[in-house]
């Protein structure tokens, strides 16, 4: 069974066009118009072998917030899409993730009930033209509509650029993780309630 899904996020700020492969090999085509995001967005198809194509506009002129929360929400959205009933998948994933001086931790569970918890703090308030508040947004985002449990806390380091840079690897790793098919499961829901939704 294909485990594909595209979609397309249309508001008066942004205009977004996603469409994801689950079982792919890490090909990715991204522009957001926000070079830092663009580069985030890679990270995360490459280390996550999610095949991942995002095209977005949106109100720059103003900030990228629009942008880059509605980008969270397109990715999140069509990965739930693509997983649809969620039969057969590990469900859980986590990962430690390096990237020189820093560490950070990533748990999820595709439980179909988003929650997310965030301890990640940053010494700047941006990385280039970036808010470096906006990635909880984006991270927040994608919880919501991929019907994610994540948790995300940043053990330690200095760099900013290293630590959002491991946040990304860290989600890709642990998404990697949690969607691979476990066949001693056989295509059941891995819940004793036999489904697993946001309700």
Not at 4 to 10: F, G, I, L, P, V
Not at 52 to 65: E, N, S
Not at 67 to 84: F, N, Q, R, S, Y
Request: glycine share 8%.
């Amino acid at each position: 069974m294909s485990r594909t899904a595209s979609n397309k996020r249309e508001t008066k700020e942004t205009s977004i066009e996603v469409s994801i492969n689950l079982d792919g090999t890490g090909k990715y085509d991204i522009s957001t118009g926000i070079g830092f995001l663009d580069h985030m967005l890679e990270q995360l198809s490459r280390h996550s072998l999610i095949d991942l194509t995002v095209k977005a506009k949106g109100d720059l002129h103003i900030d990228f917030h629009h942008t880059t929360e509605d980008t969270g929400l397109a990715i999140g959205k069509a990965v739930a899409d693509a997983l649809g009933d969620r039969a057969g998948i590990t469900r859980f994933g986590s990962a430690l993730s390096p990237m020189d001086e820093t560490l950070t931790r990533v748990a999820l569970d595709l439980s179909g009930r988003p929650y997310f918890v965030w301890k990640v703090e940053f010494s700047k308030p941006k990385l280039g033209d970036m808010d470096t508040e906006l990635f909880r947004e984006w991270f927040q985002a994608f919880a919501q509509t991929s019907g994610t449990t994540l948790h995300i806390e940043n053990l330690y380091g200095v760099n900013n650029h290293h630590i959002v840079e491991s946040c990304y690897k860290g989600l890709a790793r642990a998404l990697r993780e949690a969607i691979s098919i476990d066949a001693r499961k056989a295509g059941s829901v891995p819940s004793t309630k036999g489904v697993l939704t946001q309700s």
